[in-house]
Nanobody
Framework: QVQLVESGGGLVQPGGSLRLSCAAS????????MGWYRQAPGKQRELVAV???????NYADSVKGRFTISRDNAKNTVYLQMNSLNVEDTAVYYC????????????????WGQGTQVTVSS
């Protein structure tokens, strides 16, 4: 079965750093575009960063210059390095895998992890 398991969340002070990891299993990892999303209380889920199978990267304006997404295909893992955290970064962070259409689409092409809580508070 397909699983995306996030880790690395926790409580951090403003200005601090945190590194999230998402370990994938059950997929051919290199064929998937990987992304990090987040959802704060009362808000819609939003894209934080994405790294393609290429790999190219894109970031939400709110995190540009502070967050870095990377992937290690040998470990089937995508990371999100978060620096200069502020209270607006508080959210549940979700890992997403989206199959690159260049490899052909199947019945299920998108998967989500269960999320990891990131709380930025003094």
């Amino acid at each position: 079965q397909v699983q995306l398991v996030e880790s690395g969340g926790g409580l951090v002070q403003p200005g601090g750093s945190l590194r999230l990891s998402c370990a994938a299993s059950g997929i051919i990892f290199s064929r998937y575009n990987m992304g990090w999303y987040r959802q704060a209380p009362g808000k819609q889920r939003e894209l934080v960063a994405v790294i393609s199978s290429g790999p190219s990267t894109n970031y939400a304006d709110s995190v540009k210059g502070r967050f870095t997404i990377s992937r290690d295909n040998a470990k089937n893992t995508v990371y999100l390095q978060m620096n200069s955290l502020n209270v607006e970064d508080t959210a549940v962070y979700y890992c997403n895998a989206d199959r690159d259409r260049r490899y052909g689409l199947g019945q299920i092409n998108n998967y989500w992890g269960q999320g990891t809580q990131v709380t930025v508070s003094s």
